[in-house]
């Protein structure tokens, strides 16, 4: 018999080997078994960690990280990133100070213990995608259409994706306000810590495209700032060097990247609404991962190959 999960009050695993059985609790009271293959991860997680005590770029989301590389537009770079630096790692000493968690040190096992449906069985040979970030953005790529995910655990199925946050997580927003170039603009920092349970699930037959991009290597950059001479430039017809416009270069910036995420085209439930649901992966995960990710994605996915794309000109999708 099929309990159903809007019904569950409690759920648990026990057993390590042998048959294993989930106890699922209903609230009259009544219990049914259900076979552990149908609602276990393949492995045990970890119970969530401590925040990190001391603030890094890294914790920025990825918009905050656009935004902080374009500062390099003012000539006070140097001065406004090192004001940045500061104010944000004061803030957040602050938040870790102040922070409590949920303290239920809920572990993914037990998260997931009865959220597949029976015969749903784990793809990507049994693994997780570890996300850093989650975005869902409208139909353009553009503006965000519902609350970005943080930090948690992809798991693609034989019919959804199911995301799963459940870990305390620490980051730090940055936004423009106004034109920074021009007063009264500038610059606003928001820094945070939170102990976060988010869970979502999206059908495989609403995606419609999925695309792949990982990149991993260093780049350098620096301003070369144009200065007028000391006479303005009315000498300049003279040819004298000195009355010619001057030329300085800022100090060469540095920086490493290691950017891997996946891009889906979804029709996003529960109303059909075009979007593109943005997912950051964590360093750590395996481009081989990955790549069984997006494999067993466009296999199981109606959308991504039972259509065959029209021919140019052709406005229908056979």
């Known amino acids: 018999m099929e309990v159903p999960f809007a019904n569950v009050k409690h759920a648990a695993y026990s057993g390590s080997h042998g048959t294993q059985n989930i106890e ?7 219990t049914y078994e259900v076979p552990a293959a149908m609602s276990r991860p393949v492995m045990s997680q970890p119970v969530r960690a401590n925040v990190p005590t001391v603030f890094h ?12 590389d374009g500062t390099y537009v003012h000539m006070s770079r140097g001065i406004l990133n090192g004001l940045i630096s500061q104010q944000t790692s004061e803030m957040y000493r602050s938040n870790v100070a102040a922070f409590t968690g949920m303290h239920d040190n809920l572990s993914y096992d037990s998260l997931l213990a009865g959220l597949l449906y029976r015969g749903e069985t784990l793809l990507v040979n049994n693994q997780y995608i570890y996300y850093s970030y989650v975005s869902f953005l409208d139909q353009h790529g553009n503006s965000t259409t519902k609350t970005p995910m943080r930090q948690g655990r992809a ?3 034989t019919q959804r994706l199911l995301m ?3 870990e305390t997580t620490a980051g730090a927003n940055l936004t423009k306000f106004g ?12 820094t945070s810590c939170n102990d976060t349970l988010h869970y979502m699930s999206v059908p495989l037959s609403c995606f419609r495209s999925v695309e792949l991009y990982a990149s991993v290597g260093v780049k350098s950059t620096a301003n ?7 006479c303005c430039g009315l000498c300049g017809f003279f040819g004298m060097e000195m009355c010619l ?3 300085s270069v800022d100090v060469t910036q540095g920086q ?3 950017d891997r995420y996946i891009t889906m085209g979804v029709i996003m439930p529960p109303w059909g609404t075009r979007s593109f649901l943005q997912m950051y992966l964590n360093p750590s995960v395996p481009l081989t991962t990955t790549k069984d990710f997006v494999s067993d994605l466009q296999r199981h996915a109606p959308g991504l190959h039972d259509k065959i794309m029209p021919e140019a000109g052709d406005g229908q999708i056979g």
């Open 24 to 30: 699922l609790e209903v609230q009259d009271s009544e």
């Open 57 to 68: 770029e890294s914790m920025y989301d990825p918009t905050s990280k656009a935004v902080l």
């Open 155 to 157: 798991f693609l199925t």
């Open 164 to 166: 799963l946050s459940a």
């Open 179 to 190: 034109d920074p170039k021009k007063l009264p603009g500038g610059y606003h920092v928001e």
């Open 224 to 230: 070369i700032h144009g200065q007028a001479p000391c």
């Open 245 to 247: 416009k001057h030329w």
């Open 256 to 258: 490493a990247h290691n």
